[in-house]
């Protein structure tokens, strides 16, 4: 592929990416374009206008689809599969009634956000969400009221750790581009993400849960047959164990990792590269899947062909929401080829501005621009580290510093940010409806972690 240097100034290409969004924002909302389409389109115009090269054009955007879905399609396939077979052996309604049961009704949100809480430390964003799923629309159907009650609370949880606690991939890697301590930010990027949830998470999603009424999505129903109702509901600890089968898996890894830093083990071992690769979350959601299969399937008395029958279901609803993250992906994957996430940062980083403000601005800039929080933030660590390190700023100032660059990498999420479709198609939910939502609540996240970054940035 020829090698493309873009040659527009910084003011033309961030014109051209907000018109790009304007125009994928019409297409959708004004048309009613399928999603899908709209972005292969707005991805392919924005490409021919920003002057990538015509023979590279094509290469661009199924790359981008494809890395996008590369990370996506297995953890989305394999997740919905485990979370189908939980639902419809009826292990989410135990689970459900059981969280009911020890927290109360009233505090079935709280309970729900806190077990993802939980669960969000080891594992990422969209496979902690797809298994939470089940259970989260169980307790919906069984309590009633907008469905926003119970998901935003699930899915702040889960953006709250993949964002700004180690060992997800944007703290790690960085707290190594600045310099900051791994151990240190964790405890840091506790003592934000836990109450940026409760602000975000707990109070909004009880805001806005009253005030937009969103019901239960169509494609999750009671499919326990009249030959499953002489098998018994799964025991509560049965279904926790299940969930906790792929997390132990994937925090496997950062017990490898911490060990290979500290020169226990060779990463050249066999064992240890065998090791790493069974707890990989697609690898661990595999291993989850056959062993619910089993557990929930034959073990229990139901036919292996339902079992069957059962896993192939849930792919059918996911596919939709597969191909639109790709399509996601790869109209951010044009913007960032295209030069305009470049643009951006160079223009902020010539302000002049204190570093921590700098560092949130930028990543925030990039977010908007190109979509993915990760990306963001390992730029935006990138452009700061040498005033970072001029500054010589230490322990808690750096993780400080770590925490509001990501708390800018969950800002203003919108129509090129792959979790904006997720969370959308997920729950049904319609373009204006998840900005008043996902976009409005990963906006408070940013903010709120931003204040809490400072605070404890100004305190060290």
């Given at each position: 592929m020829p090698e493309f240097e873009q040659t527009l100034g910084a003011g033309t290409l961030i014109s051209i990416a907000a018109g790009a969004v304007a125009l994928l924002l019409v297409?959708?909302?004004?048309?009613?374009?399928?999603?899908?389409?709209?972005?292969?389109?707005v991805s392919f115009l924005t490409a021919l206008v920003t002057g990538i090269p015509a023979g590279n054009i094509l290469t661009t955007l199924t790359s981008a689809?494809?890395?996008?879905?590369?990370?996506?399609?297995?953890?989305?396939?394999?997740?919905?599969?485990?979370?189908?077979?939980?639902?419809?052996?009826?292990?989410?309604?135990?689970?459900?009634?059981?969280?009911?049961?020890?927290?109360g009704e009233k505090r079935a949100p709280l309970a729900l956000g806190i077990a993802s809480l939980f669960f969000g430390f080891p594992i990422f964003f969209d496979a902690g969400l797809v298994v939470m799923l089940p259970v989260?629309?169980?307790?919906?159907?069984?309590?009633?009221?907008?469905?926003?009650?119970?998901?935003?609370p699930v899915a702040t949880a889960f953006s709250c750790m993949h964002v700004f606690v180690p060992p997800h991939p944007g703290p790690v890697a960085a707290a190594e581009?600045?310099?900051?301590?791994?151990?240190?930010?964790?405890?840091?990027?506790?003592?934000?993400?836990?109450?940026?949830?409760?602000?975000?998470?707990?109070?909004?999603?009880?805001?806005?849960g009253k005030r937009i009424y969103l019901p239960v999505p169509d494609n999750v129903t009671d499919e326990q047959s009249s030959d499953d109702e002489r098998i018994s509901l799964p025991s509560?600890?049965?279904?926790?164990?299940?969930?906790?089968?792929?997390?132990?898996?994937?925090?496997?890894?950062?017990?490898?990792?911490?060990?290979?830093?500290?020169?226990?083990?060779?990463?050249?071992?066999?064992?240890?590269?065998?090791?790493?690769?069974?707890?990989?979350?697609?690898?661990?959601?595999?291993?989850?899947?056959?062993?619910?299969?089993?557990?929930?399937g034959p073990m229990r008395g139901r036919d292996p062909i339902k079992v069957e029958r059962i896993v192939d279901s849930a792919l059918g609803p996911v596919c939709s929401v597969i191909l639109i993250t790709g399509a996601g992906g790869m109209f951010g994957g044009v913007l960032r080829a295209s030069g305009?996430?470049?643009?951006?940062?160079?223009?902020?980083?010539?302000?002049?501005?204190?570093?921590?403000?700098?560092?949130?601005?930028?990543?925030?800039?990039?977010?908007v621009a190109q979509g993915s929080a990760t990306v963001a933030l390992i730029t935006a660590a990138g452009l700061v580290q040498p005033a970072v390190q001029a500054a010589g700023y230490q322990g808690i100032q750096l993780s400080a510093i770590v925490i509001a660059v990501a708390s800018g990498s969950v800002m203003l999420s919108h129509v090129n940010d792959s979790g904006f479709?997720?969370?959308?198609?997920?729950?049904n939910m319609d373009i204006k409806t998840t900005f008043k939502t996902w976009t409005a609540m990963q906006t408070l996240v940013g903010l709120v972690g931003f204040a809490l970054s400072g605070i404890i940035f100004w305190l060290a």
């Open positions: 297409l959708i909302i004004q048309f009613r374009i399928h999603a899908f389409v709209s972005l292969i389109l689809f494809g890395s996008t879905l590369g990370g996506v399609a297995l953890l989305v396939g394999l997740g919905a599969m485990l979370g189908r077979l939980l639902e419809v052996s009826g292990g989410a309604q135990a689970l459900a009634d059981d969280l009911v049961r020890r927290f989260m629309f169980t307790v919906g159907r069984r309590l009633g009221g907008s469905l926003l009650l119970y998901g935003i581009l600045l310099g900051a301590d791994v151990g240190l930010l964790i405890i840091v990027g506790l003592l934000v993400a836990i109450p940026t949830w409760v602000v975000a998470g707990h109070f909004f999603g009880s805001w806005i509560p600890g049965l279904v926790v164990a299940l969930l906790l089968l792929p997390l132990v898996l994937i925090f496997m890894n950062t017990g490898l990792d911490f060990a290979r830093a500290q020169e226990w083990v060779s990463k050249d071992a066999s064992w240890f590269q065998l090791a790493r690769t069974v707890g990989s979350t697609p690898i661990a959601l595999l291993i989850s899947v056959l062993v619910a299969g089993y557990v929930l305009i996430g470049n643009a951006l940062s160079d223009v902020l980083a010539d302000i002049g501005m204190p570093i921590l403000v700098a560092g949130f601005l930028i990543s925030t800039a990039l977010r479709w997720l969370v959308g198609r997920f729950f």
